[in-house]
C-alpha cells in the first residue's frame, strides 16, 4: 500500500475510532462510505488514495464570529461553564482556537489542527500559503487547539474567532473565516451592545451579514446583539437594539431572526431589580433560543452527513454513469465504423506489400502447400486487425474524451466535471 493510501485509510481508521467514542450512531455511516469508495473507484471518478468520507466534516462545528469584545469568550466560558478562554474589553487573543473533547484539559498550538487526520483542519496551511505566500509556514499564528472534558463537547466542536477586526494578516484570517464558516452547522455572528455605532463596524457588517444571506445555507446563521446589559442600565437598550436592527437590514438582512441577549453571571449587581426583571422577561427567550440550536447541532449535522452519502450515490447514479454509457455508446460506435473502413484497406494494403515481395501466384501456391506458412500469413493478418483496431480504439476514446471536457469545461454545478473524462478513459482501455 502506497504512502497516500496509507495516509487515507489511516484517516478513516482514526475517524471510526473517534467516533466510537463520541458518536457511535454514525460508525456504520462509515462503511457506507467505503463501499461508496470501492464503487466509484471502479468507476474511475474517484482515485485510489481518495475517500468520500474525508470529504466530509464529521463533527458539529459551532463557531463564533463577530468583532473583538463582543463577548464570545465569555459566551463560551458560559456555556461550558469554565474559565476556559481569556476575555477582555480589547483584543485578547488573535488566533482562532479550536475547543473540543478531551481527556484531560490541554491547549496545543495549531500544527495540532494542521497535521490531524481526524480534524476538517487537517493540512489548512496549504490553504492558507495559495491565498498568502509564506504564511503557511505560520499555522501557529493563526490556530490553536483546546480540549476540555465537558459532556457540551461531546459529539461537537466549538470555535473561537479572533476578533474580525482585529487581526493584521488579514487576508490568511478571512481565508480562514471562509473555510470555516463553510465547514460550520452553525454560525453565531456576535455585535456588542456596548458599543451602539453599526455604522464603525460596516467591514463587519459586508463580511459576516451581506455575503452571507444569499448562501443556500442562511438558515445556519445566528445574528446575536450581546452585552445588552449595560444599555439596560442606561434605560437606553430598545434605542440600542434597533440601531442595530437597521444596519442590519441596511446590509440585506431583511428576514430571519436577530437576537438579544447578555450573560446573566456578569450582569449580576449592575442592574436593579426591575431592570433585571424586565431583561429576562424579554431576553431569556433568545438565549434559550441560542442554546437549543447548539444542542440540535448534532442532530442535524447526522442528517447532514447521511444526506451527503445519499446525495453522492444519487449523483453518480442519476449523473456520472448516464454520461459514461453515453460516451462508451459513441466510442463504440466510432470505433465499429472506423473497423468496417479501415480494417479491410489495412488488410488489403498488407496483400500488395507482400506480393511486392514475392509474386501473387507464388505467395498463393505456398500458402496453399505451406503449413507453416499458412501460421505466418494468419497471425500476420490477426496482428494487423489487432493493431489498427487497438488504435482506433485509442484515438477514438481520446476524441470522446476531449468532446466530454469541453461539453463539461462550463458546467460548474456538474459534480464530475473534472473526473469524468479520465474515468471514461479508464474504462476504455485495453484491458
Same mark, same amino acid.
Given at each position: 500500500m502506497n504512502q497516500p493510501i496509507a495516509i487515507t485509510e489511516q484517516r478513516l481508521q482514526l475517524l471510526e475510532a473517534h467516533l466510537r467514542s463520541e458518536s457511535p450512531f454514525l460508525v456504520d455511516v462509515v462503511a457506507s462510505f467505503?463501499?461508496?469508495?470501492?464503487?466509484?473507484?471502479?468507476?474511475?471518478?474517484?482515485?485510489?488514495?481518495?475517500?468520500?468520507?474525508?470529504?466530509?466534516?464529521?463533527?458539529?462545528?459551532?463557531?463564533?464570529l463577530g468583532t473583538f469584545s463582543a463577548g464570545k469568550s465569555s459566551f463560551i466560558n458560559t456555556y461550558l461553564d469554565v474559565k476556559l478562554q481569556r476575555t477582555g474589553n480589547q483584543a485578547v487573543d488573535d488566533r482562532f482556537t479550536?475547543?473540543?473533547?478531551?481527556?484531560?484539559?490541554?491547549?496545543?498550538?495549531?500544527v495540532a489542527l494542521d497535521s490531524d487526520l481526524r480534524f476538517p483542519f487537517y493540512r489548512i496551511s496549504d490553504e492558507i500559503e495559495r491565498?498568502?505566500?509564506?504564511?503557511?509556514?505560520?499555522?501557529?499564528?493563526?490556530?490553536?487547539?483546546?480540549?476540555?472534558?465537558?459532556d457540551k463537547l461531546r459529539g461537537r466542536i466549538l470555535i473561537d474567532s479572533p476578533g474580525f477586526d482585529a487581526d493584521a494578516q488579514r487576508t490568511s484570517t478571512l481565508r480562514i473565516t471562509d473555510q470555516i464558516i463553510d465547514l460550520s452547522d452553525l454560525v453565531l455572528v456576535f455585535f456588542d451592545a456596548r458599543h451602539p455605532e453599526p455604522g464603525a463596524m460596516r467591514d463587519t457588517l459586508e463580511h459576516l451579514v451581506?455575503?452571507?444571506?444569499?448562501?443556500?445555507?442562511?438558515?445556519?446563521f445566528l445574528y446575536v446583539l450581546n452585552q445588552i446589559d449595560t444599555s439596560a442600565a442606561e434605560d437606553n437598550s @430598545?434605542?440600542?437594539?434597533?440601531?442595530?436592527?437597521?444596519?442590519?437590514?441596511?446590509?440585506?438582512?431583511?428576514?430571519?431572526?436577530?437576537?438579544?441577549?447578555?450573560?446573566?453571571?456578569?450582569?449580576?449587581?449592575?442592574?436593579? @431589580?426591575?431592570?433585571?426583571?424586565r431583561l429576562e422577561k424579554r431576553l431569556s427567550s433568545d438565549l434559550a433560543d441560542v442554546l437549543q440550536r447548539i444542542e440540535n447541532v448534532s442532530v442535524s449535522r447526522a442528517y447532514r452527513?447521511?444526506?451527503?452519502? @445519499?446525495?453522492?450515490?444519487?449523483?453518480?447514479?442519476?449523473?456520472?454513469?448516464?454520461?459514461?454509457?453515453?460516451?462508451?455508446?459513441?466510442?463504440?460506435?466510432?470505433?465499429?465504423?472506423?473497423?468496417?473502413?479501415?480494417?479491410?484497406?489495412?488488410?488489403?494494403?498488407?496483400?500488395?506489400?507482400?506480393?511486392?515481395?514475392?509474386?501473387?501466384?507464388?505467395?498463393?501456391?505456398?500458402?496453399r502447400h505451406d503449413q507453416l506458412w499458412l501460421g505466418v500469413a494468419i497471425a500476420a493478418v490477426v496482428l494487423v486487425a489487432a493493431a489498427v483496431h487497438y488504435a482506433v480504439r485509442w484515438i477514438a476514446a481520446r476524441a470522446v474524451a476531449v468532446s466530454l471536457r469541453r461539453r463539461f469545461a462550463a458546467r460548474a454545478d456538474f459534480r464530475w466535471r473534472d473526473e469524468l473524462a479520465p474515468a471514461f478513459l479508464l474504462g476504455t482501455a485495453w484491458w
Open positions: 467505503r463501499r461508496l469508495d470501492w464503487i466509484a473507484r471502479g468507476l474511475g471518478l474517484l482515485a485510489p488514495d481518495e475517500s468520500f468520507a474525508t470529504q466530509v466534516s464529521w463533527w458539529p462545528l459551532v463557531s463564533l479550536v475547543i473540543c473533547y478531551g481527556s484531560e484539559p490541554r491547549t496545543l498550538p495549531g491565498v498568502a505566500a509564506g504564511e503557511g509556514n505560520r499555522i501557529d499564528s493563526y490556530l490553536q487547539l483546546k480540549t476540555l472534558p465537558s451581506s455575503k452571507t444571506i444569499q448562501r443556500s445555507d442562511a438558515a445556519k @430598545e434605542e440600542v437594539v434597533a440601531a442595530w436592527q437597521r444596519a442590519l437590514a441596511e446590509s440585506g438582512l431583511t428576514a430571519g431572526r436577530f437576537h438579544v441577549i447578555y450573560n446573566p453571571a456578569v450582569a449580576a449587581g449592575k442592574l436593579s @431589580e426591575a431592570q433585571q426583571q452527513i447521511v444526506g451527503t452519502l @445519499e446525495q453522492i450515490a444519487d449523483s453518480i447514479a442519476q449523473d456520472a454513469v448516464p454520461q459514461l454509457q453515453a460516451a462508451r455508446t459513441r466510442w463504440r460506435r466510432h470505433v465499429l465504423i472506423a473497423d468496417l473502413v479501415l480494417l479491410p484497406l489495412a488488410l488489403f494494403l498488407t496483400w500488395l506489400a507482400a506480393i511486392r515481395i514475392e509474386p501473387q501466384e507464388q505467395l498463393l501456391d505456398r500458402l
